[in-house]
């Protein structure tokens, strides 16, 4: 054997065990990353899951508000301007509206709502026939500019009198979700700015 091919040979041999070392290094690194990577999404999955969980809270706790304005109570001449005053407060919400077990939005912070051409939409009809508190799917209505997700709240009777069955429906807007949620998002882990 030649001495160039003893010199090759000799230097591969000396350097495979720091080449060996490396890529063990790096696999366990990798999966050290994605153990981690795993654990933050979990982790994020889990804050998106609680605040959501907080906005429909907060939603039940302003069902229980609303039904006690006697304006919306008794569905009176002054709910539907109630319910555009509490909206305009309140930037989270495309609208505010009551509606009864058969759809028919009977007051709503925007007037087209509870117009007789407006027909009984399809999500609206998903929402009411859950028995509780419920989440609906992504929605768009006229006369509401941007998309929304509504939640329905079975509206507490006022002082338990007994009364129809009626519901308060607070339409999230998806911008402000959108927005919410990326404030809140984990980002600032050091593994993963590597």
């Known amino acids: 054997m030649r001495l160039s091919t003893r010199l ?57 508000a609303i039904a006690q304005f006697s304006e919306v109570a008794t569905l009176g001449p002054g709910c539907s301007d109630r319910l555009t005053a509490l909206q305009r407060g309140l930037p989270p919400y495309r609208f505010l509206a009551i509606a009864d077990p058969t759809g028919r939005l009977s007051c709503a912070s925007t007037a087209m709502l509870t117009e007789p051409a407006y027909d009984r939409p399809a999500w609206l009809a998903d929402l ?7 989440v609906g799917r992504l929605a768009a209505a006229p006369g509401v500019d941007g998309a929304f997700l509504p939640i329905a709240v079975r509206m507490p009777p006022p002082n ?14 998806l911008r402000w979700l959108t927005h919410h949620l990326q404030e809140t998002k984990l980002d600032h882990t050091p593994l993963l700015a590597r």
Do not use: K
């Not at 338990?160 to 807007?173: C, K, S, T």
């Open 128 to 134: 009411l026939a859950a028995p509780a508190t419920t």
């Open 8 to 64: 090759v040979l000799l230097i591969l041999g000396c350097l495979l065990p720091i080449v060996a070392a490396q890529v063990y290094t790096q696999v366990n690194l990798r999966a050290e990353r994605q153990t981690q990577l795993g654990r933050l999404a979990l982790r994020q999955a889990e804050l998106a899951n609680s605040d959501l969980t907080s906005i429909v809270d907060g939603v039940t706790q302003l069902a229980v």
């Open 160 to 173: 338990d009198a007994p009364g129809p069955e009626r519901y308060v429906i607070a339409a999230l807007d």
